[in-house]
């Protein structure tokens, strides 16, 4: 089955620490990107990546930081600087292309809490 | 303003109804919009994209208006499993936007 795997599901952080979360896909999709959901608010767009070894910041970028060695696999790693972490990230992927024209496809996200 | 808004609801209806939902978008040079539906503590999953003829799958109906930049969403004979949080997104480069969502809650 084709599909996005994020692991692991529920992510506990401590202070001063810094935590990678994992996002892998089998669709052969050229286009993937990080989120994050805050209760009540809607998504918003951490980096993205259109093609492997380049990627940019969203929205929030700021306390993140990702790469894209592989064209399958975009982790996230949240770093200590970014003091609100508390949130639930989601990963997505779409068939490639600029300009955020085609649908995305989510992971089934991790929810990550500060300890 | 922001950049996509939608109504948040809660919107309660009994089985059979019909609901519409709106959502507005601000930038007029945007070229993509989806419905997308999210089960409590779920992910989002595509339910529609939406064009600018107007499209319709089962019982929804998903139009766009340009015009006034809004998107809408009719669901008909509301089903128990139509409840959940519906979210507008709206393609404002170099991002996709995803509104707050529209809560329903379909009744016995």
């Known amino acids: 089955d084709g599909g996005i795997t994020q692991s692991p599901k529920y992510l506990f952080r401590k202070e001063g620490q810094n935590v990678t979360l994992s996002c892998e896909q089998n669709?052969?999709?050229?286009?993937m990107y990080w989120y994050r959901q805050d209760p009540g608010q809607g998504l918003r767009l951490i980096y993205y990546?259109?093609?492997?070894?380049?990627?940019q910041k969203g929205d929030i970028a700021e306390g993140y930081s990702v790469s894209r060695e592989k064209k399958e696999s975009f982790p996230l790693t949240v770093t200590s600087a970014q003091k609100n972490p508390t949130a639930f990230y989601l990963c997505?992927?779409?068939?490639?292309?600029?300009?955020?024209?085609?649908?995305?496809?989510f992971g089934d996200g991790t929810r990550l809490s500060i300890l | 303003r922001k950049e996509v808004e939608q109504d948040p609801g809660p919107f309660n209806v009994p089985e059979g109804a019909t609901v519409a939902f709106n959502c507005t978008y601000s930038?007029?040079?945007?070229?993509?919009f989806f419905w997308y539906r999210q089960d409590c503590r779920k992910e989002p999953k595509l339910l529609m994209s939406v064009y600018s003829s107007g499209n319709e799958d089962g019982r929804f109906t998903a139009q766009l208006n340009r015009a006034s930049q809004y998107i809408s969403l009719l669901i008909r004979d509301s089903k128990l499993s139509d409840s959940a949080t519906y979210l507008c997104?709206?393609?404002?480069?170099?991002?996709?936007?995803f509104g707050a969502g529209t809560r329903l809650t379909v009744k016995p």
């Open positions: 997104v709206v393609n404002i480069n170099p991002s996709m936007r």
């Open positions: 669709l052969n999709h050229d286009a």
């Open positions: 990546s259109q093609i492997v070894n380049d990627f």
């Open positions: 997505a992927s779409s068939i490639g292309g600029g300009g955020f024209i085609q649908p995305q496809h």
């Open positions: 930038n007029s040079a945007s070229q993509s």
